[in-house]
């Protein structure tokens, strides 16, 4: 299944008729004092361009969701707000794009603090936590509504303002559990986990395999392809869009699929708004860029992720890679490390108890909240999801509950 065919795409009118309807039921009701009403609520929003940053290629799920959201935020201001976008870092790398916020160069953007930890070390912390959430797909849903909740707890907005942002979305995405993938042979025990070269995305990631007995490379993503076809790397822990995105389904023959034990997930891609710009805007426009960043952006990226993830498990499968189960020797390896990293997040802060029983309280409290929703039985699990379940997917009382939550902090 092409993208153009993707829900996300194909859905993004629903998701722009129901904001809409959304501000302007609210805006007559007799709460309107509160938002405005009728044509008077656009008196005290200006006309103003933003400058816009996705972090990915035009044709990827965050960025066609920023096309879904400024519809959005267009029809809901008739037109005084719209978007410039920039693509693939064009106005400001990834490692960079927080300064490029907090000056002003980018008023929008999608961003990974993870490249920041000393700047923000909340998000550094949840980061080393991400084994606690649940294997992808349901995990996606367990991760977003759960870290929603702790960040919207205090930590973020506290966070972001010191370095100069205005956090909309933390997380923007949840990606519940890395992928391994292998070129010529399998990974599956700590006997063929040992020496293994493997590309991974991050420290905390680094630590994992080492733990494996790997050894860990830092090959960039545009390396990969050629690393992996050569031999130069043997495996890579990485996204499932990001092997489709780069090609790798061609050079593979091994995927680790496994539901008990996996690399952590990665929750550290977030959607901020220059604080500079936020202060300047009326809080109608400001309540116009909260809300729909929750109600079009948050399931269009969703959504798309998930079709993203199952379109992935199709070409891999039509190309012949195999999937493989982890033995228990290299399960139990990874669940021990895993622990002892939660352990020592309760260990290295004064509050660390507090944080990680917060951290796990919370996640728990989603897992069952998705559960109770229904969507155990439509996501199923990694091994079975596809492009047809995909299609099928509901998101609306999902989304509806991460709104729910966000309505006691918009502006």
């Known amino acids: 299944m092409r993208v153009a065919s993707s829900p996300a795409r194909a859905g993004k009118k629903l998701y722009i008729v129901a904001v809409v309807m959304t501000v302007m039921m609210a805006a007559c009701s007799t709460g309107g004092a509160d938002r405005g009403s009728g044509a008077d609520r656009f008196a005290d929003i200006p006309e103003m361009t933003l400058r816009v940053q996705s972090a990915n290629a035009p044709d990827t799920a965050p960025s066609r969701a920023f096309t879904v959201w400024q519809e959005a935020v267009e029809e809901a201001t008739d037109g005084r707000l719209t978007f410039e976008m920039f693509y693939a870092g064009a106005l400001a790398p990834l490692d960079e794009v927080e300064e490029a916020l907090s000056s002003g160069l980018v008023d929008i953007a999608t961003h990974v603090p993870a490249y920041s930890p000393a700047e923000f070390p909340h998000d550094s912390t949840v980061q080393r936590l991400n084994s606690l959430v649940e294997p992808a797909p349901l995990g996606t849903l367990q991760g977003l509504g759960a870290q929603t909740e702790f960040a919207l707890g205090g930590w973020a907005e506290d966070q972001f ?104 997930g990665f929750s550290s891609f977030h959607l901020s708004m220059s604080k500079s710009t936020w202060d300047t805007l009326p809080v109608e426009a400001q309540r116009v860029l909260w809300d729909t960043a929750g109600e079009a952006y948050l399931p269009a990226i969703t959504e798309g992720y998930l079709n993203d993830v199952a379109e992935t498990m199709s070409q891999a499968a039509d190309a012949g890679v195999q999937f493989h189960s982890w033995r228990d020797d290299l399960r139990e390896r990874m669940l021990a490390h895993q622990s002892a990293v939660i352990d020592s997040v309760r260990g290295e802060k004064d509050d660390g108890e507090a944080v990680v029983a917060g951290v796990v309280e919370t996640h728990e409290k989603w897992a069952k909240l998705v559960r109770d929703l229904g969507y155990e039985t439509q996501l199923g699990s990694f091994e079975t999801w596809s492009s047809g379940s995909a299609g099928q997917l509901q998101l609306d009382s999902f989304i509806g509950s991460v709104v729910e939550l966000r309505e006691a902090h918009r502006p």
């Not at 933390?170 to 590309?199: F, N, W």
């Not at 490379?217 to 495996?235: F, K």
């Open 161 to 264: 303002a010191a370095q100069g942002l205005k956090p909309l979305l933390v997380p923007a995405a949840m990606i519940s559990s890395m992928q391994l993938v292998c070129g010529d042979e399998p990974v599956r025990s700590l006997a063929e986990a040992e020496g293994i070269r493997v590309r991974v995305p991050s420290e905390h990631h680094g630590t994992e395999a080492t733990a494996l007995g790997m050894t860990p490379t830092a090959t960039t993503n545009a390396e990969l392809y050629e690393a992996v076809q050569r031999g130069i790397v043997d495996c890579a822990v990485m996204s499932p869009q990001d092997v489709r995105d780069l090609g790798l389904v061609d050079v593979i023959d091994h995927w680790m699929l496994d539901q008990q034990a996996g690399f952590s």
